[in-house]
Each structure stands twice: as structure tokens, then as C-alpha cells.
């Protein structure tokens, strides 16, 4: 790799700085001028840990990283400020390796509203790494981990469970699983953070806590409910899954539920609000309910189900 | 490492968080307010490419990483604000390795003022990897490269070369470096950010650029000559040399003004300003003159040297 090549052909990805990106790549630092209090989040992908340059490109895999940034970003309630990218690259690998996952990140930062405003490069003995710092700029206020309320109703974005799916159906088949289940794969390989629905959700007084799920819905789950004291019942019969979900899990000997309740890597939100307090927000289905008592129950078929693993499904 | 035990440890290291950091570590990002624009930066530092462990230990490396990205804010001219921090922890490491790391994070981040208000722990089949971000705040106006004008004073903080010579009498004999050299060594391990020096040259009108010393006082030089479209000649006698550092090049069989003009590491800043507008800064000298014509000439005993390497020396 010719780091200074490469340098220079990345600097140009990012040069178009935003309103509040007063000075992007180019200088010492980037300079930023946020119009609320900025919320800053950095997250690490190593190949072979958290995801396999066999199973997405090198572009997805900067796409992912810079997903699960922002979704952090997104679970705080903020809207898009900078992204800034550091690369660890093995050693004789060609440019395009390094091109490739910054054409993702700047691809990903484009689509969220996010300017790529700085970075660092640099060769390793060991495996490509990727880690994304995002900042965003809270001009509603924080949503925090602490903070849901007996009472509150649990609800979550989108179709938790698709990604930790579309990553089996690659594992089991690559080939297969594009062509047959191509909105599970996309769900993993190029996952969409909830900032519009964070943004929403931050502006209504009724909404009390959020965090999104990276490790699976039952683990991030309890540290809303240890950061707020509280507990929860989840009715795994709610949970709205991803179309052909309960197919393609079967196929695999899976079943999509248990996928939905400990598969990460998703980036759904999950909220915790008032009964009515988010429903000026499309797009969220009520699952539950914060309780009292400490733990999280959670009820399928209105039996009690006892979860195997609670560390979610690997990331890769 | 068990990651949730190590995590639960250095959260508790950064619990502190000051009057501009509303949330630190434990919830989904940080949270800050800063009083101006905010500065970004972010720096990687592998072990076997950026330093040896063997070299130093696991808390000077800690130490260094943090140091590297805060002296980018400082030569923005930028206060202090937050650092973000992410490990790569080789796989099988025991648990006291991040958790040094961590301790010169947070011992450098206390040192400089910021507080450590996030980041990310991975385990990794490579090395260890410390990638820092640093965030500070634009209280006056930002120092860039581009801004040099012909007639400008060069200037320097500090005694460049130092970290460098520390680096290379490690090098040769560690124990005797230890003993014999132990503020040249200190200036390659725990290097100093000239943060102060930066916030009050941001202040004064005829302070025109500014860039810190990471690769070498003259390829860094050439960064601010080049955004800036002017050149330079740089008086080699000029240049402010660590006591020792002549007798300790030499019995390397080196030379101290060489490691001055090409050694890295050293985290100085180099600044462009108006004759005798900087002066109310302490520390700084000047060692030449920017000039309309384009190229870096520098001058020993009269006579123009001519630099084999612009390449600066290696950082391990």
C-alpha cells in the first residue's frame, strides 16, 4: 500500500465539507460547528471478529462500521454532524483495499447526512480494522439509557432478527442466500441506522430512554432496564419480523423468533415512552411492557420462555 | 480478557466527567458541550509499527497514543475537551494489558484536561491497536496549515529532536538509555502536547499557521508551506537542541541537528507568524523565514544542506 497515494485519493472523498463542517480532511483536525451539544461515539470492526471479507466487500464492511456508529448516534436521539475514519490496513495489501472500505464509509455518511471530516491511515501485521468515530449534534436533547418508567411501553423500529438471519443464510450458502433471500443479506451487510426515527423520538416529551441493538433485543434490552432500574415482559408473539423470516430461519433449522429476541447487529432502536407518547413516529411496534421488578420476562404463545444465551448471535 | 470485566474497570476510569462533558462513558455515545466550535481528530498506534513494547511499556504506549491526538488539537489552537478511546486487544492477552493501556490514557487525557467520555473494546487475532480520538474546543479561532505569509517568522516550541534521540538510544541499549538519558527517553514515551502553547498563539491577530512535529520538523514544515503556496529557509543553527542531546547523538554515531530537523515523535509545533507577534508566547524560537519563493532551504554554518531523507525517522 502506498500510503500517501492512498491518502490523497481518500482526502477526496471527503472534501465536501458541510454547513457545520467548517474544515474537513486536510489539516491537524477537523472543525465543527454544532448547533446543540455534540454526541460522540467510536466503534471498531476487526475482519475475522466482527464481520468476513469473505461473506461481504470491502466497501460493506465500511458501510457496516460506519452503520454502527451512527446507530449510536441514532440511539441518543441526534441528528448528523462527522464521521471520522481510521483504517488499519495488512500489510501488502493493494490500494484498493483501502479505497474500497473508504468508498463504503463515504458512501454510508452520504446517506445518513453525515461528512466524512477526517481519519488516519495505516499498515498492520495483522487484520483489516475499521474504526469509525461519529458525531452528531443533539438539538432536542440526549436519549439516555436511564430513564424508562414502570409503565412505559417497550417498542422497537423496523424487523429486529433480519440481519443475525441474512448472516446465517451467508454462512450456510453465500451464493443462495443473494439470490434467494436478498433483503435478509442486505439487512446485514448494509444495515440502515434509525436516525430520522431517533431525531422523532427526541423531540416528544413522552418518550423516556432508547438504545439500539447491536448485540440483540433481550441483551441491550437489560442495560436500559439496569441503567433505569427497572424491568420488563416482552410478548415474543408481537415481534415483527422480516418478510420470509420464518422461512428462510427454518431452512436453516433456526427459528426467526429466537433470531429476534438475541440475533445483533440489527440497529433497531428500542424505546421505552409512555402508552401513546411515540405514536406520532411510524414504523414502531409496541412488544412489551417496563415493570417494577427487576429482570425481563419474556412470554411466546403465553408461556414463559427461558432464554438459552443471552449474548446474542456472533457478529460474523 | 474477559471484555465485560475490563469494560465494567475502565468505565470506571473515566467516570469523571467535567463541566463540558454532560455524559461520559456507559450509555450509547458521550455527550458534551463545548463553549466553540468543535475540534476533531483521531490516530491510530500499532505495536510494531508505531512502538515496541518492548520499548516501552503498556501504559507509555497508552500515554503516547492519547498524547499524538491531543497535539493535533493543539496545534489547531484548541482547548481541551474529551478523548474516545478504542483497543485492540491481541487475543489471549491477560486482562491487566487494556487495562494499562488505559491507565496512561487516562493518566495523559487528566494530565492535558480532557476527560475520557467513551470508546470501544475488541479483541483482535493481531496486535494491539490504541486509536484515539481527541475533541477539543475552538475558544478562539482555529490555527491551520493554509495562512503562512512571506516575511513570517518560523517557529518552534521545545527542543525538537529530543523524542527521537530517546527512541534511538532506546534503541541500542535500553537499560543504558534508561540511566544515562532519561529525559530524552521521557520525550519519546511520554511526550508533552503543547496545548497551552496553542490556546494562547490562537489569541494573538498576527499568528498566521501552525502544525505539530509527528513526522519530522521538515516534512511537517512542507505540509504548511504547501497549503499555504509559499516556502521557507530554516537556519539549522537555530535550532533549540535538549541538553545532552549533541553527546548523545554522538556516541550513536549521529547527529542531534539531523534528528532536529528529521525525527518525529516529538509533538512540538512549528508556527508562522508575524516577526514579534508571537512573541508574548514563552518557548518558542525562531529558525527561519518563510519566503514567497516555493522549496525548503536549510542552512548549516552558512553552507545549504542537503537532506537525504524527508522521510523523517521511523517512530519504532
Known amino acids: 500500500m502506498d500510503e500517501w497515494r492512498v491518502i490523497r485519493r481518500l482526502a477526496g472523498l471527503g472534501r465536501r465539507a458541510g454547513a457545520r463542517v467548517v474544515l474537513g480532511i486536510g489539516d491537524d483536525a477537523a472543525v465543527l460547528s454544532p448547533r446543540g ?21 470491502a466497501a460493506d464492511a465500511g458501510f457496516r462500521a460506519t452503520a454502527g456508529a451512527v446507530s449510536d448516534i441514532a440511539a441518543m436521539g441526534a441528528g448528523p454532524l462527522a464521521i471520522l475514519a481510521a483504517l488499519e490496513v495488512p500489510a501488502g495489501a493493494p490500494d484498493r483495499l483501502p479505497l474500497s472500505v473508504m468508498r463504503g464509509i463515504a458512501t ?18 495483522g487484520p483489516l480494522g475499521i474504526t469509525v468515530t461519529a458525531l452528531g449534534e443533539s438539538v432536542h436533547r440526549p436519549l ?3 430513564g424508562a418508567r414502570p409503565g412505559d411501553d417497550v417498542l422497537v423500529t423496523g424487523r429486529p432478527g433480519a440481519a443475525a438471519l441474512g448472516l446465517a ?6 451464493w443462495r442466500a443473494r439470490r434467494r433471500h436478498p433483503v435478509l443479506v442486505r439487512a446485514w451487510r448494509r444495515p440502515e441506522p434509525r436516525l430520522a426515527e431517533g431525531l422523532a423520538l427526541a423531540a416528544l416529551p413522552g418518550v423516556h430512554a432508547a438504545i439500539d441493538v447491536s448485540d440483540g433485543l433481550v441483551q441491550d434490552l437489560g442495560h436500559v432496564l439496569d441503567a433505569s432500574g427497572v424491568g420488563a415482559r416482552i410478548d415474543a408473539d408481537t415481534l415483527p419480523l422480516a418478510p420470509g423470516a420464518v422461512r428462510a430461519a427454518a431452512s436453516l433449522g433456526l427459528d426467526a423468533v429466537e433470531a429476534a429476541l438475541t440475533g445483533g447487529d440489527d440497529y433497531e432502536l428500542l424505546v421505552f415512552a409512555e402508552p401513546g407518547a411515540a405514536a406520532p413516529v411510524p414504523g414502531l411496534t409496541r412488544i412489551g411492557r417496563v415493570t417494577s421488578g427487576r ?19 456472533t457478529h460474523r
Not at 115 to 123: F, M, R
Not at 169 to 174: A, E, I, K, Q
Not at 295 to 313: F, I, K, N
Open 37 to 57: 451539544p455534540v454526541v460522540a461515539t467510536t466503534d471498531t470492526f476487526v475482519d475475522g471478529v466482527h464481520f468476513r471479507l469473505d461473506l461481504l466487500s
Open 108 to 125: 454510508a455518511a452520504g446517506r445518513f447526512g453525515f461528512v466524512v471530516a477526517g481519519g488516519n491511515l495505516t499498515s498492520t501485521p
Open 144 to 146: 439516555t439509557r436511564a
Open 169 to 174: 443464510l451467508l454462512r450456510d450458502d453465500p
Open 295 to 313: 429482570g425481563v420476562v419474556v412470554t411466546r404463545g403465553g408461556r414463559r420462555v427461558s432464554l438459552a444465551r443471552r449474548a446474542g448471535w
